[in-house]
């Protein structure tokens, strides 16, 4: 894996990383990444197929690892796997609260249940990982990291409901920083911008659209799993020991459209 070429193979030897929803997507990405450098992983999801495949990718990698079906909503089934974590693995050095929900609903369409549903998920389950884990990452003097969105701090039409829900990840893991930082405990979120493959990408762009879109990326290319890892990896290592309260946008400048009205009719002025 390529993260080896700049990170230290034992850079998280002897430590533990627990990742939710950590069976597919930009999370098993993160998980992998971690895996790379040493770490032992531990992942829940909701499907026990799902994990299996992912733990075969991550044994790959040479790590020891633990998965166990928890849906992040389950605060008891939740406190389960972390708990069991820790006889398996160790104590949780890291964890990455990457569960996810969404769909993409007009407002007046979103039932209070969709609502709830997506807050559920991706709000309090990660409320629910961080309180689950918290004994164990004050005895590490751990990291949390939260897998937030760009909808967290700009609205996205027909996301109200990932958008509430980001933000109040955003604010969540901001407080966590303070009120844990004594413990020794930092907390961070990664904001990723569109990744090819993903769950995410599959609900929310038509993949032939999305190939005319990604001339509006300053990049000009859709991220990788992988590079929301290194990310993840960077933030959780002692190169960023005094980071905390803090978000990384790793979105290669998705988020930097501002006026998109303005820039697409300046771009259609300018052509030839
Ligand atoms: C409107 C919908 C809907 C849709 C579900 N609901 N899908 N409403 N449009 N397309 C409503 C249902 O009608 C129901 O409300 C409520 O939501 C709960 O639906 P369930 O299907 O019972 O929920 P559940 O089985 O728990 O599934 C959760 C889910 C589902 C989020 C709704 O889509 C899911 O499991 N998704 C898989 C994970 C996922 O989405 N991953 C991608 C994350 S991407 P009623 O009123 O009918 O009872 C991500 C990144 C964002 O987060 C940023 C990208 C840039």
Redesign the pocket.
Known sequence: MQITKYFAKDLFKGKTVFVT?GGS??NLGIAKSFAAVGASVAICG?TQERLDGATKELAALGAKTFAKVADV?QMPALQAAIDETKQVLGPIDVLVCGA??????RAE??????F???VD??LIGSFHASRAAFTQLKETRGTILF?S???AYMP?AF?LH?GAA?AGIESMMKNLALEWGPYGIRSCSIV????EG????K??ADPKEMQERLRHIPMQRMGTADEIGFAAVFLASPMAAYVTGEQLIVDGGSGLSGSALFNIGAEKMLRR
């Open positions: 929803g997507g930009i909701r909503r996810a929900g969404n769909f993409v609903c369409d979103l039932s209070p249940n969709g709830r549903t997506v998920i991706d897998v969105a760009g909808m996205y996301q990932v980001k990723p911008g569109p990744i993903t769950e995410g990408m609900r929310l």
